[in-house]
């Protein structure tokens, strides 16, 4: 009991600071990699943001934190920190790595390899059946199938795994049925596999959360198959953060008379790898040698902390604008070391005034 009751404490001040709005991902590990806590952070952000030159964040009540605790106990469910030894190790690799994941399940299949599945969601019946039995193959493999279980190919991926081990990353909170139709299904994932979400409890998912979703589909898998995907679709926006997250891209091919096709062509005519079975996935991402066995580098990592100048701060945003910019320029532009200009990026963001976009990218609010 003991135990529990601290474990509460330490959990609710990073609730606060996560749930606070301005802090995203990204500034919420700058925060907790110069303070050292969240509790010493949440002390620092007013004056951070005086320095940016706005008015500080709203920060998260204590009662929120409490709230969502209970909340969470309730559902039988509970969060992950991402400094929590039990975090995974691949996606604390992505510097916007959600802070805290809230999971239900087997929390186990976060250990073994890792394989996102994903596809159209008005995918043909050809494709379902090939994902469900691709699926399976992986599954008697050890391997853990990741997908976002909606409709078409992710359902099919979840169905064809469930025996041997899926995991879900949903949109929504941890108690919302996204769609409908997979109540049961999302349910039994949560006794028999693993269910994952970022954000939450009772929050509806909008168009906005898929793409946080899909990062971590990404990010949980040492590589991405894409089964079926029209041009433009969702699929390819999480092969592409595969791609650049250094990770194995995979499509399976199809006719070309079918547009839900053209994805997976384009993604081989540009480099992707062709796979046909469970073999080809397995051949593409396990070594040849257990010499080469890809060891996670740490999550992201602050640069030691520098305060900076009044000149240095409007050196900094001199060169910021509507135009989304990439960090490493404002660094190479500037002539300031990569610490002052995060120190400039983090004052700002808390004051409001900052938004930060794909890629690594920053504008101006």
């Known amino acids: 009991m003991a135990e529990a009751v601290d474990q509460a404490q330490r959990a609710i001040p990073r609730l606060r600071l996560i749930r606070s709005a301005q802090i995203g991902p990204v500034t919420y590990a700058q925060l907790i990699a110069r303070f050292g806590s969240a509790h010493a952070a949440l002390d620092a952000v007013p004056q951070l943001a005086a320095r940016g030159g706005g008015k500080p964040p709203v920060l998260a009540p204590v009662a929120l934190a409490e709230r969502e605790l209970a909340m969470v106990a309730r559902l039988g ?13 691949l996606l604390a690799e ?7 994941l809230i999971v239900r399940g087997r929390t ?11 596809g159209a969601r008005n995918a043909s019946a050809a494709a379902c059946r090939f994902a469900r039995q691709l699926a399976a193959e992986l ?15 992710d359902t099919a991926a979840h169905v064809g795994s469930i025996e041997t081990g899926t995991i879900a990353v949903i949109a929504g909170g941890i108690d919302v049925v996204y769609p409908p139709e997979n109540a049961a299904l999302q349910e039994r994932i949560a006794q028999d596999g693993l269910l994952i979400a970022e954000q939450p409890p009772g929050t509806e998912p909008r168009a906005r959360h898929f793409p946080y979703r899909n990062r971590i589909i990404a990010g949980l898998s040492l590589g991405t198959v894409v089964v079926e995907a029209a041009p433009k679709s969702g699929s390819l926006i999480t092969a592409r953060l595969a791609a650049e997250l250094g990770r194995e891209v995979m499509a399976v091919p199809g006719s070309p008379l079918d547009p839900r096709a053209q994805g997976c062509n384009g993604l081989i005519r ?16 396990r070594p ?13 990592r602050a640069p030691p902390p520098e305060d900076a100048s009044d000149a240095e701060r409007r050196d900094v945003c001199t060169l910021l604008g509507p135009v989304p910019v990439a960090i490493d320029e404002l660094i190479r532009q500037s ?12 004052e700002l963001e808390l004051a409001g ?6 890629g690594g990218r920053v504008t101006l609010a």
């Open 108 to 118: 186990d299949l976060l250990a073994r390899l890792s394989i996102a599945m994903v």
């Open 335 to 346: 002539g300031h070391s990569p610490a002052i200009v995060q120190t400039v990026l983090l």
């Open 77 to 89: 469910a509970r969060h992950m920190f991402r400094d929590d030894p039990d975090y995974p190790a």
């Open 139 to 153: 599954g008697r493999e050890e391997v853990s199938v990741v997908s976002g279980l909606a409709r078409g190919i």
């Open 270 to 285: 540009d480099g992707a790898t062709l796979v046909q079975s469970a073999a080809d996935v397995l051949e593409t991402v």
């Open 288 to 300: 040849i040698d257990q010499r080469m066995v890809r060891t996670s580098r740490d999550g992201f």
């Open 94 to 100: 992505l510097d916007d790595a959600p802070p805290a």
């Open 353 to 358: 005034r900052l938004e930060r976009h794909a």
